[in-house]
Structure formats: structure tokens, C-alpha cells
């Protein structure tokens, strides 16, 4: 196995990962709930189509909404059932809570496919390619949901392609799972990807902290042999798995915001992409279903679960032992960066990566807020190299000025300086509330040079 | 579509709660000066706490009044420590038989000219604690350079009693049979600089009974409890290691350097060490979050700066100690420093 040597990461900071409790059990399978909501908006890009109609009976596999575009994927029935309603539903995506048009199914709990499981060839073109990872419903799985296809771009020279077993962020343990259980499965999806995107090499990266992944993965990956793929293993640091992170720590090269990775020649795929891949081109069974994390101190036992994508909240925690008393938050995604779900009636969707149900003591925060004593903590653990102190300021005051010159689009808002102010001034949300300050800004310099010629 | 029923409580992201506060880091600072404060007091009688007594009092009561000035909420600020800890700073920094108005108006003049008026915590430019001191030193120059000898049983001077003591600092009377000049002496750091003055070596100054091993007695005890409590507030991760030790590298490579050109003529780096307030400057007060440079670079030329400019004032200047002054006049240079070493943004050129 070739070493892959990693280079120092900004900022940053180690985290109490309290990812423990939801790795004692293995991945938890076969949960059919009696009905799915599945969002016809998965991803990024615009919605799929809806292709059935209020009473069409489907089939596992069958699929539900077709996209229109490359920079969209189709929607598909993750078991056999009836469509019963098409309606707008709150589910929960990439960056928030969002109103989409869902596809609701009762499931009939039989689970019939709609056709026997057998190979599907790569195809020789990247028109094909790109339609067959459409058709498939594979969208990048780490959260971001970017359409895999959308990233195969003819032309563009891929030297590196990184698969992301990093998943840095503390609860998220469904990619450490997936790893573990499903080795083969991502070392043999990482080499379709690659030939996918042409990619010279390939480097896996995982946590330190991950040890038993990076044991089961070495393992595998030398078993299988591939030329040219190797395993990183990277310093246990929030935010080290963030894709300009990812690619900072192990080439050395900063990827700015107005920029894409791919445009140096870097290519970031999640372990469970691979997973996804590897899975419809040997079964020819699309992107259905997603390892989600449930955790907290919430919910009665904490674990991983393979959920069919719909599968309302509600019966992923009554999956994993239910409610514990007095559950008060209920956070899609990380600790760090998921956000607050209004109810447990929101459906999984791809996003979804992890849920936490949180007790009282777990997320209590004293309410009390400190001027800024300027003690630069900020600064020192902020990825972006950002000064928070001053951004602070530059946003109170609704200075787009300094917004600008302060460089408010690099912050990721992965959160570590909200976890190092003693004044617990909530950074992170001032700096989000500020974009639209910004965004203003620009638009009246733009204004008013046009009319000044 | 029926809007979702809120069943959960929606906040922003990142749920994981603050690690540190204000009052808690404040706290914990007043902490690790407690060691020292005792064998301060086991060396130089009560005056430390009773000074500390005093401060305290006079710094809470000017922030009150002065938040109450301002129209601001009194409660919250009072108890975020930071008066406190400007008041313990200052009372270390107070000779320990003084009139009560000397620390009281130290204090004050700390709270009011050195935080309050630029807005409160946070706001200031200037180390607090350093302004009360710089303020008191040039309005009563006999009363903040007469200190106490240590207790040691061959230094022959007379000694108070604790309600003496107090007497003392509440009325300025002295028993009859006392006078100012019996109890109190110059310190070593004035002694350094009046030989150098006068001529005489250093070698032959330091023979007075007041001179240790390394510096000052009794100081260089208090010098290392100090030290020790400095190293936890590095090891709790208060403070940085930084600050202090480009204080310190920065005092004792001209001392070191000068010392092997002219033993005889210039104090050694282990005197510049365990004298006066290095210590205390290095891992308090410099130290001090509001006042110091905020980026690493920034850091460690803030931190340099006052070490070289501590030793230049001790060496060849005419104040009692130099720590003061050296931190007030980088605190002004901490905005032109932290500009020129702001980090250079993730990504851009």
C-alpha cells in the first residue's frame, strides 16, 4: 500500500467526537416503514419530474421522478408500494430546511423488485457516463448532495481523485460504519469512480481516530490490489474533512471560495458515493437507500441505520429504541454544522447523514453573552485563516466594506470559533446573517460603477 | 401545506456549547495568582491583601458608578471578574505599607482612564492595571517606591502589626516609636539602578543583605510561585505560551549578552528574572486578552518588544520598574502590529 503523507492543516481544533455510542452496533437493515416521503429535490440543481401519478402502483427501483438535467438525479422507489400523494412537504436538504414537491408512497411491505439484480456496464462516453449516474440517482453523499454527474466534466484533467472517509465532524458516524461493513464495496466503487473521471490517483482518507476503518479498509484495498490507490490517514481535526480542507491537508494547495477543487486538478467523492456507485453498477439497483447516523443522549440506542430515502424521522428514531424523556432538539446533520428540525415528520432525504436527538443538558448554552474581549481564539482556530473579531465588528456596523476586505466568502461556518469565544457571541449565525449585507454591498459598488461609467 | 408544528427548539448551528467564558477564564487567572499572593504576604507582611482589599472595593464600586454613567446594566459586568482581576494586578504592583488612597485611587484611575472611558471591557487599548500604576507612580513617586524588606532573619528593620499595619493605611499614623524610614527600604531593582548610576559595580551593589541567589529576596520566591502559576494558566489553556516567553527571551538575551560583556557592570539574566515584575508582567500582564496583539506573528513581536524594552528602562532608565511602561507602550502599537501581521486569507494569493 503506497503512503500518502499529509501536510499540516489551518486552524482548527480537536473535538470531543461522541461518535462512541452509535458505533457499538452494526449498520441496521431491512426497516421498511409503512409510508415514504421522497422528495422530488434530492440535491442540488433543480427537482426531477414526477413520472408517476396519485395511485400508480411501483416497484422497487422503479423511478418515481426523472431529471431534467445533468445537474439534477432522478428520484426512485426504495421499495414496492403505491404512490398515494404528491404534495409540498418541509424536508430537510443540504443547507436547510426546504418546501419541496414530495412523492408520498404506502409502502405494501413485500419489497418487490422491479427487476432481478444483474450488472450494468460502464459506458464508453462521458455523454453516457454522466447518464448513467443520473439515472442512477447518485449524488454525492456527504451532506452536500452534489449530483456526481454534474462533476464529469469532458475535458477536465482529474490527477486526484479523493474519496472522503474523513468524516470529521463529532455524532456522524455513518461513513466509520459504512467502512467498516462495506469495504469492498467503496475500494471497488473508488475504482469505477476513478475510471470515471480519469483520475491519475486515488487516495482514501480517513480520521486517525478511525482506526478500525483504516484497518479494514488497508486491508481491502491491498487484498484487491488496485495500482495507484493508496490510504491517507489524517489528524483528527474539525473541520480537516471540509473539501478545501480535505484537499489543503493532503496536496498542500488552498482551493479559495470563487474556486472549485476540480479546477486544480482534485476530485472529492464521499466513501458512501463509492458505496453508491459500486452498488448500481454490479446490481443495477440505484441510490435508494443511505447509512444515517442516530444519536444523542435523546434517543434510547444510538446507531447506524441503512434508511430508505423517505423514511420519515419518526420511525428511524423509533428504530433505534425510540424517544428518551424529554428529547428537546433534533439536529440534521453534525453538531457543528446540522441544523434544528422543527418535528420528527420530516422524511430522510440523501442529505441526510445523521440525526441527533438531543436532551437538555447535551446542547445547553448559557444565554448570557461577553463583549468581545479580543482574545484572538478566533483567528487562531479559524480554518479560513479569517479574523472573526473583526468580521464581528464589520457585520454588527453592516460594513460591506469590511466584509469584503475581511473576506466573509471564505468562512465555511464550519463553527469552531463559536466553540472558542469565552464571550459566546454566536459568530457563526452574525457571519451567515451578514452574506445578504454583503451581497448588497456588491450589487450597489456594481450599480454605482455603471452609472459613474 | 399545514406548516410543520415546531415540536423540537430550533437554534443555529453549532449546537455544541462554548468551552470557556469570560468570568470563568477571569477566575481563573485571580487563581493562579493565589500561591504567589501567599508567600508575598509570608514575606512582606499584610500589605498585599489589604491593598488587594482596597483595589477591589474601589475598582467595583468606579465600575458601578461609571456603567451607571453610561446607562448600562451594572449586574452583568460586575460579575464578569474582570475588576477583580485589574485590582489583584494592581495591588501586586502596590508597595505593601501604603495610605489607603493610594491603592484606592489607583484602582479607580485603572477602571475609569483605563477601560471605562474607551467602553468598557474589551474596548480599551491599554492594560488597565498598568494605568492605575503608571498613574500613581507619577503622582506619588515616595509612596509607590517605598517597599517593605523582606522577612528574613538577618535583615535587621522594624516590623508592624497586623492592626498597626491597618492603622497605618487607614489613618497614615505610625506607632510612636516607628517612622517610614525604619520599615521600608529601596527595592533591589533601585538599588541595581542607583549603583549604576553612582558607579559602583554591580557586583559590589548586590552584597546588600537584600540580594539573594538570583534576585531580590523574598521576591524571587514570589517570582517563582508566579512562574508555576503562570505554567497552569499555559497548561489550562488560558493563556498561550507566546506572550510570556518572548517577554521573557526578550528581557534576558540583552541581559545574558551585556552580562558576559561587563559582568561586573550589568545585572545578570537570572536578576532581571527574579526581580520586580517580570514574571508578573510576562504571564499576567502582558498577557491580558483586550490589550495584546491577537494573531501568533503579532504575538511574539508584542511580546519580544516588552522584554527588550523592560530591559533598556531597567538598565538605563529612571523608573523603579520598567514592565509598566513597556506594556503600555506596546499596547499602543498593538493595532499598527496586528495589522501588518493579519494572516494571509485561506486561498488568496
Keep these: 500500500m503506497l503512503k500518502f503523507t499529509t501536510r499540516r492543516v489551518t486552524g482548527g481544533l480537536r473535538l470531543p467526537a461522541n461518535k462512541l455510542r452509535s458505533t457499538e452496533t452494526p449498520i441496521r437493515r431491512g426497516l421498511i416503514p409503512p409510508r415514504l416521503v421522497i422528495s422530488t429535490r434530492q440535491h442540488r440543481g433543480p427537482a426531477a419530474i414526477p413520472v408517476v401519478g396519485i395511485g400508480t402502483a411501483v416497484l422497487r427501483g422503479e423511478t418515481l421522478a426523472r431529471a431534467e438535467s445533468q445537474a439534477s438525479a432522478d428520484v426512485h422507489a426504495p421499495t414496492s408500494g403505491r404512490v398515494v400523494a404528491i404534495e409540498t412537504r418541509a424536508v430537510p436538504l443540504a443547507t436547510g430546511v426546504a418546501t419541496e414537491s414530495c412523492i408520498v408512497l404506502d409502502t405494501d411491505g413485500l419489497d418487490r423488485r422491479v427487476a432481478e439484480p444483474s450488472p450494468v456496464e460502464l459506458a464508453a462516453t462521458d455523454d453516457e457516463r454522466r447518464r448513467q449516474l443520473t439515472r442512477a440517482g447518485i449524488v454525492g453523499l456527504g451532506g452536500a448532495v452534489y449530483p456526481t454527474a454534474a462533476k464529469l466534466r469532458t475535458g477536465a484533467r482529474c490527477e486526484l481523485l479523493i474519496v472522503n472517509g474523513a468524516e470529521c465532524e463529532p455524532y456522524i458516524s455513518c461513513d466509520d460504519m459504512l467502512m467498516r461493513e462495506g469495504a469492498e464495496a467503496i475500494v471497488r466503487g473508488a475504482g469505477i469512480l476513478r475510471t470515471i473521471f480519469s483520475a491519475e490517483r486515488c487516495v482514501i482518507a480517513i480520521e486517525r481516530d478511525k482506526a478500525l476503518a483504516i484497518d479494514v479498509m488497508t486491508e481491502t484495498a491491498d487484498r484487491i490490489g488496485e495500482q495507484g490507490l493508496s490510504i491517507a490517514e489524517l489528524p483528527s481535526i474539525y473541520p480537516a474533512g471540509g473539501e478545501r480542507q480535505l484537499v489543503e491537508v493532503l496536496t498542500g494547495v488552498e482551493v479559495p471560495s470563487s474556486r472549485y477543487p476540480a479546477e486544480f486538478g482534485y476530485l472529492c467523492q464521499n466513501v458512501g458515493t463509492a458505496w453508491a456507485v459500486y452498488n448500481y453498477f454490479t446490481t443495477g439497483e440505484p441510490l435508494t437507500t443511505r447509512v444515517v447516523t442516530v444519536t444523542g443522549e435523546g434517543v434510547g440506542v444510538p446507531g447506524n441505520v441503512e434508511a430508505m430515502i423517505g423514511t420519515p424521522i419518526a420511525d428511524l428514531v423509533a428504530a433505534c429504541g425510540g424517544y428518551k424523556a424529554n428529547p428537546v432538539r433534533l439536529i440534521h446533520g453534525g453538531s457543528m454544522m446540522g441544523f434544528a428540525l422543527p418535528g420528527d415528520r420530516l422524511p430522510v432525504t440523501k442529505a441526510s447523514n445523521c440525526v441527533i436527538v438531543g436532551d437538555p443538558a447535551e446542547f445547553h448554552r448559557d444565554a448570557r453573552e461577553w463583549p468581545c474581549i479580543r482574545c484572538g481564539e478566533c483567528s487562531n482556530v479559524c480554518p479560513a485563516r479569517l479574523l472573526p473579531q473583526d468580521l464581528l465588528l464589520a457585520a454588527r456596523a453592516g460594513d460591506g466594506n469590511g466584509l469584503e476586505s475581511l473576506a466573509l466568502d471564505e468562512c465555511i461556518e464550519c463553527g469552531v470559533c463559536d466553540i472558542v469565544c469565552p464571550s459566546h457571541i454566536p459568530l457563526t449565525e452574525i457571519f451567515r446573517q451578514a452574506r445578504p449585507v454583503l451581497r448588497r454591498h456588491r450589487e450597489q459598488e456594481a450599480e454605482a460603477a455603471k452609472n459613474g461609467g | ?349
Design chain 2, 1 to 349: 401545506m399545514a406548516a410543520e408544528p415546531v415540536d423540537f427548539e430550533l437554534a443555529s448551528a453549532p449546537h455544541t456549547p462554548p468551552k470557556a467564558s469570560v468570568p470563568v477564564m477571569m477566575r481563573r487567572v485571580l487563581y493562579a495568582l493565589v500561591p504567589a499572593a501567599a508567600c508575598h504576604s509570608y514575606f512582606f507582611g499584610w500589605g498585599l491583601l489589604v491593598n488587594f482589599a482596597i483595589c477591589a472595593l474601589a475598582a467595583l464600586l468606579a465600575e458601578a458608578a461609571f456603567l451607571r454613567l453610561r446607562g448600562r446594566t451594572t449586574r452583568e459586568a460586575l460579575r464578569d471578574n474582570s475588576a477583580l482581576l485589574t485590582a489583584a494586578l494592581l495591588a501586586f504592583a502596590i508597595p505593601p505599607l501604603t495610605p489607603w488612597w493610594v491603592p484606592a485611587i489607583g484602582a479607580a484611575a485603572a477602571i475609569v482612564l483605563g477601560k471605562q472611558i474607551f467602553g468598557g471591557l474589551g474596548k480599551n487599548l491599554f492594560n488597565p492595571a498598568m494605568v492605575g500604576y503608571a498613574i500613581l507612580l507619577v503622582s506619588f513617586p515616595v509612596e509607590m517606591t517605598q517597599w517593605v524588606p523582606p522577612r528574613m532573619g538577618d535583615i535587621d528593620y522594624s516590623r508592624l502589626t497586623a492592626l498597626e499595619h491597618l492603622s497605618y493605611t487607614v489613618t497614615g499614623e505610625l506607632p510612636p516609636e516607628q517612622s517610614l524610614d525604619a520599615l521600608t527600604r529601596a527595592t533591589p531593582l533601585d538599588l541595581a539602578r542607583e549603583g549604576a548610576r553612582s558607579g559602583r559595580s554591580f557586583s559590589d551593589v548586590r552584597a546588600n543583605s537584600l540580594f539573594g541567589d538570583f534576585g531580590g529576596r523574598g521576591w524571587e520566591w514570589v517570582n517563582n510561585f508566579l512562574i508555576l502559576g503562570g505554567l497552569y494558566l499555559i497548561y489550562a489553556g488560558i493563556i498561550r505560551w507566546h506572550i510570556p516567553i518572548c517577554v521573557l527571551a526578550g528581557l534576558l538575551l540583552p541581559a545574558t549578552v551585556f552580562y558576559f560583556v561587563d559582568a561586573a557592570r550589568f545585572a545578570g539574566p537570572a536578576f532581571h528574572l527574579f526581580s520586580g515584575g517580570a514574571v508578573l508582567g510576562a504571564f499576567f500582564i502582558a498577557t491580558d486578552p483586550v490589550s495584546a496583539a491577537a494573531t501568533i506573528k503579532g504575538r511574539i513581536i508584542y511580546g519580544a518588544a516588552i522584554g527588550l524594552l523592560t530591559y533598556a528602562i531597567r538598565t538605563w532608565g529612571g523608573y523603579p520598574d520598567a514592565i509598566a511602561f513597556a506594556v503600555l507602550l506596546m499596547n499602543g502599537a498593538v493595532p499598527l502590529i496586528d495589522r501588518f501581521t493579519r494572516p494571509r486569507v485561506f486561498g488568496h494569493g
